[in-house]
C-alpha cells in the first residue's frame, strides 16, 4: 500500500492561510487518515464532487492529488466559514479551469450537476450541519445518489458520535461548540438505507479533543514527535474505549 507525505504535500503549502484546524500541525494531523482512507479507496482521476467544500482545504487536496474534482457550497458564507471557500482565489490561481467550483441557487439540498455525473461525493464535517442550513439528511443522501453513477462511492468523515464524551462535556460548558445533531450507528444506517445507499464500511475515530490542541504553544503543537505521539495515544484509546469517540466514518455505495 502506498504511503503518503501528507505535511510535505498538504499542510505546508495551506499553512500560511491560516484556516484554523490546518494552521498546526496537531490539528491538521487529523485529516491525515482522511486523506489517507480516502486514497485507498478512490481510484487516481475519478471524478469527484466535495460537497460542502467550506474553506477549500479538501478541494485542494484533491486537486493536489490528481482528481477531476467538483467543489460545491450551499451558502457563499456561513457560520463555520465566515470568510466562504477562502482558497477560492489560490484554487482557481493553482489549478486554473481544473478548479470547478459551484454555491447552491435553489435550496440547500439540490445539488446543480446532472445525474450520474460522478465516481464519488464526499463529506468532510458536512452531513451533520444540513439542518442547520434547512435541509434534512435524507433528502441531501437523496440527492447524492442521484448524482452518483452505479457503483460511486460516498464516504463521509467527521460525523459526530451521539456517544462521544467531548460532545457531552462541551454541551455543559456555556459558549463551548458543539453539535447540535448527533448520530448513532443506527441512524446512519438508516439514513443510507432509505436514501438507496449501502453502506460497506462504518468506523468510529478520535477519542481525544483535538481543536483544544491549537492553544498550546507552538514548540509543542508543531513537534512532530509530539504529533506522533498524540496520534498513537488517540487510536491506542479507541481500541480500549470503542463507545466513546468523537467521529464517524462511513463509506456507502450506490448499487450497479
Known amino acids: 500500500m502506498k504511503t503518503y507525505n501528507h ?12 484556516l484554523g ?6 490539528t491538521a494531523s487529523q485529516y491525515w487518515m482522511v486523506y489517507e482512507n480516502f486514497l485507498n479507496r478512490v481510484a487516481p482521476g475519478s471524478s469527484v464532487l466535495d460537497w460542502g467544500c467550506g474553506d477549500g482545504h479538501f478541494s485542494y487536496f484533491l486537486l493536489s492529488k490528481g482528481f477531476n474534482t467538483y467543489s460545491f457550497n450551499v451558502n457563499k458564507e456561513d457560520s463555520y466559514n465566515p470568510d466562504g471557500c477562502k482558497l477560492e482565489s489560490f484554487l482557481s490561481s493553482e489549478f486554473q479551469d481544473s478548479f470547478k467550483y459551484k454555491i447552491a441557487t435553489q435550496g440547500p439540498v439540490y445539488l446543480p450537476y446532472d445525474d450520474e455525473t460522478f465516481d464519488a461525493v464526499v463529506s468532510v464535517g458536512v452531513l451533520e450541519h444540513v439542518r442547520q442550513e434547512g435541509g434534512n439528511e435524507l433528502e441531501s443522501l437523496k440527492e447524492i445518489h442521484r448524482v452518483l453513477k452505479k457503483g460511486g462511492l460516498f464516504l463521509c468523515y467527521h460525523l459526530p458520535n451521539k456517544y462521544s464524551w467531548i460532545e457531552a462535556l ?11 445533531y448527533l448520530f448513532t450507528k443506527k441512524d446512519i444506517y438508516r439514513l443510507n438505507q ?8 462504518l468506523k468510529g475515530y478520535a477519542v481525544l479533543p483535538r481543536n483544544e490542541l491549537s492553544h498550546l504553544p507552538d514548540s509543542i503543537k508543531n513537534n512532530l514527535w509530539f504529533v506522533n505521539f498524540y496520534n498513537f495515544s488517540d487510536r491506542l ?20
Open 7 to 18: 505535511r510535505n504535500d498538504i499542510y505546508y503549502p495551506l499553512k500560511h492561510f491560516q
Open 237 to 256: 484509546l479507541y481500541s480500549i474505549f470503542p463507545m466513546f469517540f468523537q467521529n464517524y466514518y462511513f463509506l456507502s455505495r450506490k448499487p450497479k
Open 170 to 180: 462541551a454541551r455543559r460548558i456555556p459558549s463551548k461548540h458543539h453539535h447540535p
Open 194 to 201: 432509505n436514501a438507496g445507499l449501502m453502506v460497506e464500511e
Open 21 to 26: 484546524h490546518l494552521d498546526n500541525l496537531s
